[in-house]
Antibody, heavy 119, light 107 residues
Framework: EVQLVESGGGLVQPGGSLRLSCAASGFTFSSYSMNWVRQAPGKGLEWVSYISSSSSTIYYADSVKGRFTISRDNAKNSLYLQMNSLRAEDTAVYYC????????????WGQGTLVTVSS | DIQMTQSPSSLSASVGDRVTITCRASQSISSYLNWYQQKPGKAPKLLIYAASSLQSGVPSRFSGSGSGTDFTLTISSLQPEDFATYYCQQSYSTPPTFGQGTRLEIK
């Protein structure tokens, strides 16, 4: 069974930093590209970042470029999101999502971790 | 960025009804269109990929159609567990973008 479990969320002040983790199990993590997608309270879904299986290709949404860094450790079956210079508008539930192998889609999602940026 | 627009934004329907949700892309995306279902407090779940392919384990009452700029998600006979919010998403180009969501409520 595919499982994605996020952790690391919490309350942080504006300008602060936070590192999210996503532990993967039930599939060959090193074969799949991964994504972070967020959802502000009561709002829709917003893609944040993508990393290929070997970390050779990385993309960011314009809204987080230069502040967030995606990475992965295939030996630990883990995905990360380092978030710096956090703003109130970064407040959201952050989901890690697996990219489909045969078609570009988010085929499995974690349960999400809440990040609240507030003073 | 490609803009995705869903209609309606909300919809009231009864168990057993046939429901259709529409998604329009701001430019042609071929068949690079996916549909997700999200229930309150839960993660989204993939229903349909490539505009019309049913994800494994998803009931056959869900179907998708369309190509280019106009797409539809149809639920043939609503079940109580189908009341949720539905999102379309384009995977034609980066950044992937979502529609604003359609909230399906019980009448």
């Amino acid at each position: 069974e595919v499982q994605l479990v996020e952790s690391g969320g919490g309350l942080v002040q504006p300008g602060g930093s936070l590192r999210l983790s996503c532990a993967a199990s039930g599939f060959t993590f090193s074969s799949y590209s991964m994504n972070w997608v967020r959802q502000a309270p009561g709002k829709g879904l917003e893609w944040v970042s993508y990393i290929s299986s070997s970390s050779s290709t990385i993309y960011y949404a314009d809204s987080v470029k230069g502040r967030f860094t995606i990475s992965r450790d295939n030996a630990k079956n883990s995905l990360y999101l380092q978030m710096n210079s956090l703003r109130a508008e970064d407040t959201a539930v952050y989901y890690c999502a697996r990219e489909g192998l045969d078609w570009p889609t988010f085929d499995y999602w974690g349960q999400g971790t809440l990040v609240t940026v507030s003073s | 960025d490609i803009q995705m627009t869903q209609s309606p934004s909300s919809l009231s329907a009864s168990v057993g009804d046939r429901v259709t949700i529409t998604c329009r892309a701001s430019q042609s995306i071929s068949s690079y269109l996916n549909w997700y279902q999200q229930k309150p407090g839960k993660a989204p779940k993939l229903l349909i990929y490539a505009a019309s392919s049913l994800q494994s384990g998803v009931p056959s009452r869900f179907s998708g159609s369309g190509s280019g700029t106009d797409f539809t998600l149809t639920i043939s006979s609503l079940q109580p567990e189908d009341f949720a919010t539905y999102y379309c998403q384009q995977s034609y180009s980066t950044p992937p973008t979502f529609g604003q969501g359609t909230r399906l409520e019980i009448k």
